[in-house]
């Protein structure tokens, strides 16, 4: 096992992997841009390397600052967190080089998932359902001629995107070409890349996911399913487990798909096989996350496996203690909390906290580098914190939500703390009939 790694990330995912390094006995080293110089992350760790100046382009992603932060204390390992440069192919060879054992896949198998039209090939080639589209990059003729083929509504799709960038719903033949050029110039400003392609459009539909843990020695786990569909233009916002949409034999169908597909493409470590659940049971591939997850603690409290410790093992060469499904039972409720402000259609709402008090109590969690007196600067993701339940069933779960949410307490900047109480208390998160579309039908209602 390593003894000293480097955590390439801030925020609450760069506390939760420096607590498992801990547990397992490792040095943790921090990196910190001038904004976060005073973190909680940087104050948990062991060492902490400054990478520059705030904004993410100049700090948490100049890949040469953070591969010498690891090189220069003597780290033997990286792990990425998600976001910044979790997903960046060249990040990975950058370590390897370097002679660091990147924590997650290989360099080649990230790069045919980040390219979500090679990820879909490559997923049909396992005989995994995909959801019907452009086989590759497309013009605006070619999606007219797609969509006339597969009917609207159709999704316009960024073959880089990510976080719902480079998106567009197109719902009628005239609105093809307006739609095309806008999710083009997004994606363009967003990932340096144009390139679309086209998807079928399944709504109604339920976002299901699948975690995974692939061992070196060809050992696969899956630790079940995340259901993902409270979302808020295509970001999620409340997570659970387990799915109320899926029967044990629809989820098994699910778990063998992405079993299956983690052998097709020699997988390794962890990531999530996002899928979509038609009202019918059909479901369909749509993109491989090759990291940790941000709603990862849902699998976590379900399974009492800790995928960071996992994720650290597998990179150490160790083999999966567990495998083919993981154990689970009970429920499990994430709510993010967002710094955001309901009063101006959720725009970003950085700025110090005057008063921080997390719930606390049996079966709570909570993920977060917020502290009293704690600054969210302007510069990077507005979730400031994950609120984790668990519980025997879903109905005591939600409860446990409630009352835990109602405890929470962050002064100082708006927050979506009541956004989720409101979803929690509404008629179809209680029924568990809800869809990708449920959020923003119900926000006329409660936001
Ligand atoms: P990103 O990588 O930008 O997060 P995803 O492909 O993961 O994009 O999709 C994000 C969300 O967008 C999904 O959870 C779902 O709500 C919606 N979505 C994606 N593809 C489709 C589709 N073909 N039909 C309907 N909704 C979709």
Redesign the pocket.
């Known amino acids: 096992m390593f003894t000293r790694v480097l955590v390439a990330n801030r925020g609450e995912i760069a506390v939760r992997v420096i607590r498992a390094l801990h547990e397992l006995g490792i040095e943790a080293v921090a990196i910190y841009s001038t904004a976060d110089k005073d973190a909680l992350h940087v104050r948990l760790a062991d060492q902490a390397v400054h990478v520059g100046p705030p904004p993410a382009t100049d700090s948490y992603l100049r890949i040469p600052s953070v591969i010498a932060a690891a090189t220069t204390t003597g780290c033997q390992a990286v792990h990425p967190g998600y976001g910044f440069l979790a997903e960046n192919p060249a990040f990975v060879e950058a370590c390897v080089d370097n002679d660091l054992v990147f924590v997650g896949p290989p360099a080649d198998v990230m790069a045919m998932m980040g390219d979500?039209i090679s990820a879909k090939q490559a997923m049909r080639a396992a005989e995994v359902p995909t959801?019907p589209g452009t086989e590759g990059s497309t013009t605006v003729s070619a999606a007219r001629a797609a969509a006339d083929e597969i009917g609207f509504p159709i999704?316009l799709?960024a073959t880089a995107?990510?976080?719902?960038?480079g998106?567009r719903l197109v719902q009628l033949p005239e609105e093809l070409e307006d739609a095309f050029g806008m999710a083009a110039a997004e994606a363009e400003a967003a990932f340096g890349d144009a390139t679309m392609y086209v998807?079928?459009?399944?709504?109604p539909?339920r976002?299901v996911e699948i975690q995974v843990l692939c061992d070196h020695h060809g050992n696969v786990l899956t630790l079940g399913e995340r259901e993902?569909?409270i979302?808020r233009r295509?970001q999620k916002l409340i997570e659970e487990s387990p799915s109320a949409a899926l029967s044990p034999e629809a989820r098994e169908a699910m778990e063998a798909a992405a079993e299956r597909a983690c052998r097709a493409v020699d997988y390794r470590n962890a990531g999530t096989f996002?899928f979509?659940l038609g009202p019918d049971g059909s479901f369909y591939f749509?993109?491989l996350n090759a990291r940790l997850q941000v709603e990862h603690p849902v699998t976590e409290m379900c399974t009492g496996i800790d995928i960071v410790r996992e994720q650290l093992r597998i990179a150490a060469g160790e083999e999966l203690s567990v495998q083919g499904r993981a154990p689970r039972h009970g429920h499990s409720i994430e709510i993010r909390l967002n710094a955001e402000d309901p009063e101006h259609d959720f725009r970003p709402s950085p700025g110090r906290i005057t008063l921080f008090e997390p719930p606390a109590g049996p079966g709570v969690r909570v993920d977060t580098f917020l502290e009293t007196g704690s600054v969210i600067p302007p510069f990077y993701d507005s979730m400031v914190a994950k609120l984790i339940v668990w519980d025997t069933d879903r109905a005591a779960a939600v409860a446990r939500a409630e009352r835990a949410l109602r405890e929470t307490n962050v002064e100082g900047i708006p927050t979506t703390r009541d956004l989720a109480l409101a979803v929690l208390g509404s008629e179809p998160f209680r029924s568990g009939e809800y869809s990708?579309s449920t959020l923003e039908a119900l926000r006329a209602v409660v936001a």
């Open positions: 979500k959801v999704l799709k995107g990510g976080g719902g960038k998106m998807e079928k459009a399944l709504v539909a976002h993902c569909s979302q295509h996002e979509l749509i993109e990708t």
